[in-house]
Every structure is written in C-alpha cells, then in structure tokens.
C-alpha cells in the first residue's frame, strides 16, 4: 500500500499531471459565456447600416457580427459608431450580390471584455500550477491555445460606392424647345487602406447638356463636373479625426464646402474642439478657388443620454477673405436637446459681424435662424413649431456670384413662424397639418397653410399609400388653392414601385374667374433588378392650354 502511496505522488508532481488539471480546468463552460446581441437593420446609408442597439446592449466599436435574412448569412459587419441605442455599422463583406437592407437581423459577437470584467476575472482567475502541484517550480503549458477574438478577421481595403448614368429629355411639341441633359456619378468609400486608420470618401458627378433650349447654361455643349465630397480622413482611438481634402463639416454645416483641412480633438467624453482651414469652391458649379481663403475654430459640448436629458451643442467663429481683403467675419453656433422622449429642441443660427466686406448693410446683422421642437405628446400625435430667419449675406464674394447685385436683393429677409401636427388615426391614417405667417419685405405676414391626408393599405396591394395634399394660394393678384394627389404602389414583393401623381388649382385672380385646372401630372417608376442594380424611368409635364413639354428622364444605378 505504502508503494502505491508513493507512486500516486510522483505522478501528481509530475509535469503530465499538471498540464492534465490545466486543462482540464481551461476546458470547463466558460468559454460558452460569448455573448451575442440580436438585433434587426433599421436604415441604410452611404455609410453603411445603422441596427437597434447600442451601449445600452454592451456593443463597442470593433465588435463582429453577421447579418441574416431568413435564416442565411448575407453579409459581415463591423461596429464603427455607437450610439446610446443605436450603432453604425460597416459592411466587409457579402454573399453574392445580395446587400443588407431593412428588417435584416444581425447578431453581433461581444468577444472584447470590459475594465469590471477584467478585474472580476482576476478575483476569480484559474488556480495557479503551484496550487495545483504543491510545487515551487514555474510551469507554462506548451500546448495552451494563444488568446484570439472570436470574430472575424480584421477586415482591409473596404470598398463600397455607387455609380449611375441618369438621361434627362424635354420634348416640347409646340415651340420646338427640346433639350438633353446626361449626368454621370458616383459616391463610395475605401476604407482601413492597407489595414491602415486611413479611409477615402468621395461624392460627385458630371453633367453635359444639349439641344435647342437652355443654350445660355453652364454645361450647355460642355462637360460641367462637381465635386462634393473627396477627402482622406484618419481616426484615433480616442475618437478624434483629421480629414484633408473637400469637406463639408458634419459640426457646422453652414461652413459649407472647404477645399482644405479639418482637425477635431477630443478632450475628453463631453468636450472637442476643432478647426478647419482652406479655401471656398466657387459657388453654383463648386469649382476650385482661391480667391476666398477662409479659417473656422469651435468647440463642441455634449452631456447626458439620448433617452433622457441630452444637450449638444457647436459654437464656431468663422473668418474669410476675398481677393485678399477681408470679407466676413460670424459666429456660428448649432445645438440640439432631448427633455426625455417627448420633446427634441434644435436651433441653428449664423450672427455676421461687419468686417469691411458688407456694402449695401453695416453693422451686427442676425444672418440666419432656425428653431424647432416637436413634442411626442401621445402615441398617435405628435405636435412641432418653430421660427425661420433668413437674409442674403452682404460679402464680396456673394456679390461677385450674382448677375445683378442690387440693393434689392440685400433686405432685411424674411421671418416665418409656423405650427403643425401629425395625427395618426385608424385604418392606417395619416393626418399632416401644418400653418404658418410669413413676415418679408413684399407680403408682410402672408398666412400659408398645407394638410396632407394619407392612407396606406395593409390588404390588397399591401404597402399602397395614398395621400391628397391641399395648400392655400395668397398672393397680390391672385388668390385660391392648391394641390397634389400621389400614390405609391409596390409591386413583386417591393422589388418593383410605380408613383404617380396629379396637380391641381382652385384660382381667383384679378385676370381670370374662379376656375379648377389640372396643372401637372407625373408617373415614375423604380425597379430594383438586383440587390446592386435598379434602374428607374419616369415621364412629367404640365396640363397649362399654352404648354405642351414632357420630361422624360431614365437611369441605371449600381451598388457595390
């Protein structure tokens, strides 16, 4: 007994035993504890998908996932935004020719562990080979199985885009006025180049028009190129980006296109600032400039949960030149609030300051204003107002734009105040109001009012809408009202829709006596071949006795 006693204890010290308990320990369940988040596609963008879930439901940017559609993988995806309860996320890769889109469901693998996590993994981390062993001596397993993610690899060279070819023709009857217009474009990005923070995007197209009308345009018999978006842009892990080339600022949208560089730095969770430096394209065919230098430096606060209390907010001080004299100088601030899920606020606004460059007004001068709330008061109704402000900029470069820049067209502007409300009733409708004054230099407090009635079927023609449109027409010499009754019909399971649609006047006018016309008619149609390719045709014209042209315009796109 004593000898077996002894051989026992030999082989509990021995290395075998060890390497045995070890992995015997590695192997219990825990590595069934990956979690997995279902969640569905709720819209499509340039930029990807975005999905119902977010850090509320544990995703991190970096995390891996599939998306299926009745039970089959279509595509690979990749969180790269990630919002309270939403998430951004960016497609590597696809199953043929078919492309995510609404109502897909994606189940992404939480493989990265938190601080709290690691800590707990500590306190209740494997014992060690010497409590195994009762030894002095250090053992490290041979075989053991390097630690990985159980993702998918790091995805490269992310290529995703559009191009389509639109053909544009009026045919005019009566006056011989036809012309053509051909317009070629494409959009996309190229990202993680070379497994590298660097990504491309790009947006732009080229037109060219012909025919006997229109001859005094700019791309009248010439090749008219714009430009929207071409830029190089870095991210760093601590959120912060550097983008070089045209860029249009998600921050300041009233910037406008910069030909330049934008650099944004986080300084913590709730603060940035930023700056961008370049030159403005010019204005109507966005071509190159540099006549109108300009410098831009904000900073952005934000505080609180979407779901809750939530403020955002950009301030900004913009400064340009033109022909190297200065030109304008304003302060440019962009904010957005949540009290909860009943009310979301947002304004925007842009103060010029006179800085030489104004001729026909001097002074401070409150340039733009927007201000809008909606409140979700019940499940069915939904209540919104708000204030608008807008007057043409006195610069030399906005001067230098206009054909005849008169002191006519630098007035005080217009205020506009209006209300609405949408009330969704049942048997799936739909009731869009909404009233308004207009306070401008022509018609001082001109009242305008619109309500769209909708419905939309869930029986024959499942998915059918339909919606009349009713407007009032007040004017100086003229008075009545207006309309439009549309429809959408999808047919072939959605892969097929056909919109027409029907305008019509009610009009008393000083010339003419009350009298109910047909005014314009349109007929489109969208076909979606493939999860990449669609092609779309479509045919309008006016129903007036003295014109007689039709549009007819058609066009092929394709996905990538």
């Not at 080979?129 to 998918?152: C, H, I, Q, Y």
């Not at 004299?325 to 006179?354: H, I, M, P, T």
């Not at 809408?465 to 407007?471: C, I, K, L, N």
């Not at 009545?480 to 009610?506: H, W």
Request: glycine letters at 10%.
């Amino acid at each position: 007994m004593s000898r077996i006693l002894s051989v026992l204890s030999k082989i509990r010290q021995a290395p075998v035993f060890t390497m045995a308990l070890v992995i015997l320990h590695c192997c219990r369940p825990v590595m069934a504890a990956q979690k997995t988040v279902e969640c569905r596609v709720t819209s499509q963008t340039a930029d990807g998908i975005y999905v119902n879930s977010g850090k509320a439901d544990g995703l991190e940017p970096g995390f891996h996932g599939i998306v299926q559609r009745i039970g089959r993988e279509i595509a690979r995806v990749e969180v790269e935004e990630v919002a309270t309860n939403s998430a951004l996320l960016r497609v590597f890769s696809t199953r043929g020719n078919e492309y995510p889109r609404v109502g897909d469901r994606v189940s992404v693998f939480v493989d990265r562990r938190s601080d709290g996590q690691v800590a707990a993994d500590k306190k209740q981390r494997s014992p060690t080979v010497k409590e195994l062993s009762e030894t002095e001596e250090p053992f490290v397993p041979l075989l053991a199985p390097a630690e990985r993610s159980r993702g998918f690899p790091e995805p490269s060279n992310l290529f995703h885009g559009r191009v389509w070819v639109n053909e544009l023709f009026q045919t005019d009857l009566k006056n011989s006025e036809d012309f053509s217009t051909t317009r070629v474009g494409s959009s996309g990005t190229l990202e993680r180049i070379n497994r590298t923070p660097w990504s491309l995007d790009w947006s732009g197209d080229v037109s060219y028009r012909d025919g006997n009308a229109l001859r005094n345009t700019r791309d009248y018999q010439e090749l008219r190129p714009r430009l929207f978006r071409l830029n190089f842009s870095r991210r760093f892990d601590n959120g912060s980006y550097l983008r070089l080339g045209r860029v249009l600022p998600r921050e300041l949208p009233s910037v406008g296109y910069v030909d330049g560089v934008q650099g944004d730095k986080a300084i913590n969770d709730s603060f940035r600032i930023g700056a961008i430096t370049g030159f403005k394209p010019t204005r109507g065919d966005l071509g190159i400039n540099g006549k109108e230098p300009l410098a831009v430096a904000y900073g952005t606060v934000e505080a609180g949960e979407w779901e809750s209390l939530y403020y955002s907010g950009t301030a900004g001080i913009l400064g340009s030149l033109y022909e190297g004299k200065a030109d304008r100088l304003a302060v440019l601030l962009d904010q957005r609030a949540n009290l909860g899920r009943w009310l979301s606020l947002f304004s925007s606004s842009e103060v010029d300051l006179d800085a030489g460059g104004a001729e026909f007004r001097s002074g401070v001068r409150l340039t733009r204003f927007d201000v809008y709330a909606s409140s979700r008061v019940t499940s069915f109704l939904t209540v919104r107002g708000g204030t608008d402000h807008f007057e043409q900029l006195d610069t030399q470069a906005e001067r230098g734009f206009l054909e005849s820049p008169g002191a006519e067209r630098f007035d005080r502007g217009y205020w506009r105040y209006w209300v609405g409300s949408s009330l969704y009733l049942p048997w799936n409708v739909h009731l869009d109001k909404q009233v308004g004054f207009i306070d401008g230099p022509m018609n001082p407090f001109t009242a305008r009012w619109q309500v769209t009635l909708s419905r939309t079927s869930t029986q024959w023609l499942a998915g059918t809408r339909v919606s009349v449109t009713v407007y009032n027409i007040e004017g100086a010499d003229a008075e009545g009202y207006g309309g439009q009754v549309y429809a959408f019909v999808p047919l072939c399971k959605g892969n097929v829709s056909i919109q027409p649609s029907l305008g019509f006047r009610l009009l008393d006018s000083t010339v003419t006596a009350e009298d109910f016309d047909l005014t314009n008619f349109s007929v489109r149609a969208l076909w979606h071949v493939t999860s990449s390719w669609s092609v779309h045709a479509g045919v309008s014209g006016s129903l007036g006795p003295s014109i007689g042209a039709l549009l007819w315009d058609m066009g092929v796109s394709f996905r990538w």
